[in-house]
């Protein structure tokens, strides 16, 4: 991931410094002008990160209007815009039709034509610039689609959002490879929900969906990594999947759903163990804390998975952390 953008301006919608951010705007993201709704002043900050061949970009701020007009140069003239209204109702304009979008739904827009944007009111919003050509080959009459509202199941969008703000939060970590992937994931998720063709719907839902399902569910576990009821058929009913087919999820990445959870609750046991604020708490409390109700089988599984009891990397860890406090007292 590279930071492609970043910038504010909070103001009156006039003067240098507006104008200045303006055209900011119009260089980094998409040519255009913008504009406030019912008031004479503009809050708005942008982040626009790049993964590999596609672009996301949040928008956070005050009610605003994009206007892209007839001869304003695009862009780039092979990418399309995937619009989400995220956190506030958008309205859309192009090709002479005006489409009310309420939050959480999208819509496909071309850089190449006029068209207008409208956050309705103070909130945010999403979007993401793809490969034209990509998007062509995976989907059915693409062209016919612009402009248009995005209908995908309401599952199916989620799923797109999280793998957004997966790419957010983590693509700075990832390498050359492991981002393509990400951003190839993200490309099979929109192409579902535009409409994707059959045979890349075929290969979207063995690559992109499942990458996508098998990110959510991991985050849905760590979410909860602590509470000790954690039940697979209860995580396949949130998921509307199969029970089985989480375990194939996790067969796929070398492990299984309970060594998936098992691993979780000891890397926090561990994590809890060696914090200073924690050190009142006896040892039990954090097993329980770190979703273990039996605490002989905790001591076991510690001991196997880090070759050390709790007690022992305890008292290491305040071995460690006294030496520290001497060595800076000298």
């Known amino acids: 991931m590279t930071e492609a953008f970043q910038f504010r301006y909070a ?3 006039t003067g240098r410094a507006y104008h200045s951010w303006r055209e900011e705007f119009s260089a980094r993201w998409i040519a255009a002008d913008f504009f406030p709704i019912s008031a004479d002043r503009i809050v708005n900050e942008m982040r626009g990160t790049q993964h590999a061949n596609i672009t996301i970009c949040t928008t956070r701020g005050s009610a605003a209007q994009m206007v892209r007009r007839k001869g304003q140069p695009p862009m780039s003239s092979r990418s399309l815009y995937l619009v989400i209204a995220s956190g506030a109702p958008i309205k859309t304009v192009q090709r002479g039709k005006e489409h009310c979008l309420a939050t ?8 190449e034509e006029p068209a207008e944007v409208s956050q ?13 050509d990509i998007l062509a080959q995976m989907t059915w009459r693409l062209d016919d689609r612009v402009g248009r509202p995005v209908v995908a199941h309401r599952p ?13 939060c983590i693509g700075h970590s990832l390498g050359p490879s492991e981002t393509f992937a990400l951003a190839q994931h993200i490309i099979d998720l929109a192409a579902l929900c535009i409409g994707a063709n059959r045979d890349a719907e075929e290969l979207a839902a063995r690559r992109g969906l499942a990458s996508a399902r098998f990110d959510a569910i991991k985050a849905d576990i760590l979410s909860q990594v602590a509470d000790s009821s954690i039940r ?7 998921h509307h999947i199969s029970e089985r087919y989480v375990q194939q999820l996790f067969e796929l990445a070398g492990t299984s ?6 691993e979780q609750r000891l890397l926090l ?11 009142w708490r006896k040892i039990s409390d954090i097993a329980t804390a770190s979703g273990f109700s039996d605490i002989s089988y905790f001591n076991r599984a510690f001991r196997l998975r880090f070759g050390a009891t709790p007690s022992d990397v305890r008292a290491a860890n305040s071995c460690e952390l006294a030496g520290a406090t001497a060595r800076a007292c000298q």
Do not use: C, E, Y
């Open 269 to 279: 046991a561990w994590k809890l163990l060696r914090d200073p604020s924690q050190r």
């Open 156 to 168: 199916l969008r989620r799923l797109l959002m999280h793998q957004i703000k997966v790419a957010h």
């Open 11 to 13: 103001g009156a919608a």
């Open 104 to 111: 959480g739904q999208m819509g496909l827009m071309s850089a």
């Open 120 to 132: 309705l009111r103070n909130g945010s919003r999403t979007s993401l610039r793809l490969p034209r």
């Open 232 to 238: 697979l058929s209860q995580l396949a009913d949130r």
């Open 257 to 262: 759903f309970s060594g998936f959870v098992l």
